[in-house]
């Protein structure tokens, strides 16, 4: 199960995402990269993946997001670690429990 993969250990995945016109990486786009990089890490695609809202495209700026895999819910956070014009890098880490 997906989310026993990804909680037996916390993870860090960098991820280069370009931005969007208003400095901010777009909800939709953020759930569907973070989902995509989890599947990368786990070999196996989340249900979902909940963001509440965009995400800043200033380092340091993060986000609580909720990951679901079968009967499993976990917190994750994204925070941004560096931005260079149009691209932004970041770290999802994903909560133990």
Do not use: H, W
Request: proline residues 2%.
């Amino acid at each position: 199960m997906l989310g026993r993969k990804v909680a037996s250990s916390t993870i860090a995945i960098a991820a280069l995402f370009g931005l969007a016109a208003c400095g901010s990486i777009a909800e939709d786009d953020l759930e569907k990269n973070v989902t995509d990089q989890l599947e990368k890490m786990a070999g196996q695609r989340p249900d979902k993946v909940d963001c509440p809202g965009d995400l800043k495209a200033e380092v340091g700026s993060e986000i609580r997001c909720t990951l679901t895999a079968g009967g499993d819910t976990l917190g994750l956070t994204v925070t941004v670690t560096s931005v260079e014009g149009t691209d932004a890098k970041y770290e999802i880490q994903v909560d133990e429990k």
